[in-house]
């Protein structure tokens, strides 16, 4: 069986998974809730199972180019939703959440992979780990950001006493504020780990640990680290949402700009 024909069974559901969680708030059913959880857990496992057919065919973990990065950065956001989940047994932010699922792996579907084989430099676990540990990092911000979103839009609606149906539904502004330093601690925790790592290779194997793309990781963990460590500082609430907001301006920078146009080493062959 191919990875693309698992990856769209995969896509189905995830795609189910996202029906029950936004039929499951609208009728606030536990039930409903759960089923939730069930797709979206068995979706994990076929996408996995979609990621090791791609990876036996091209022996790499399949992040080389668009298509497969975009497959793997889909897996790693369920992966922190289910995360968070589980941290927080908070289901209502499911339905906002799951589509950032289904948009990735969607692209990568529609997206034709590469077909040759990695470089040898490119092909090592201390290589491989750098990457997943990026890419981890990088689902776990997108998901902060979406809750930081998600904060500030529900605070305005309570404080101007309008709410709609899915909104009111969510959880209190403390719980949707702990879930987003969740996603960030796990976002820093796995990007700050990632950097180390490709200094380390990058040191190995191009003889210097300097990259226009360590730069700007270094300014997106300084500004993630602002909104981390809000408490010391005196910021909570809606300023801790805008430095999440911000730093996810920064990631995307990186990811685009930086490694297409700037960075001679992070760019998708």
């Known amino acids: ?27 606030n059913s536990d039930s409903l809730a759960r089923w ?43 992966l922190a939703y289910v995360i968070l989940f589980f941290r927080h047994r908070e289901r209502s932010t499911g339905p906002f959440l799951i589509p950032l699922v289904l948009l990735f792996l969607a692209i990568s579907l529609l997206t034709r992979p590469a077909t040759l084989p990695a470089r040898k430099e490119l092909s090592g676990s201390l290589f491989a780990f750098h990457v997943t540990m990026a890419i981890l990092g990088y689902a776990a911000l997108s998901l902060s950001f979406v809750l930081a979103l998600l904060y500030l839009i529900q605070n305005r609606q309570l404080r101007q ?72 500082l005196g910021l909570k609430g809606k300023r801790t949402a805008f430095v999440s907001i911000v730093g996810f301006s920064l990631v995307l920078f990186s990811y685009t700009i930086v490694n297409l146009f700037v960075s001679k080493g992070h760019v998708f062959r």
């Open 161 to 232: 006493r309008r709410t709609g149906l899915l909104f009111s539904r969510l959880p209190a502004l403390d719980v949707l504020d702990r879930m987003e330093h969740t996603a960030v601690a796990v976002g820093f925790s796995a990007l700050a780990v990632s950097a180390t790592l490709g200094m380390i290779w990058a040191k190995k194997n191009w003889g210097t640990v300097w990259d226009a793309k360590l730069g700007a990781t270094l300014l997106v963990l300084v500004v993630y680290a602002v909104a981390l460590f809000s408490a010391p």
């Open 1 to 27: 069986m191919s990875a693309a024909l698992v990856g769209v069974l995969a896509l189905l559901l995830y795609g189910a998974a996202e029906g029950f969680s936004i039929v499951s708030l609208r009728k």
């Open 36 to 78: 939730t959880t069930v797709f979206l857990v068995s979706g994990l496992v076929v996408h996995f199972v979609a990621l090791q057919i791609r990876a036996r065919r091209i022996h790499s973990v399949p992040y080389r180019d668009l298509s497969d990065s975009m497959s793997f950065f889909a897996w790693m956001i369920a």
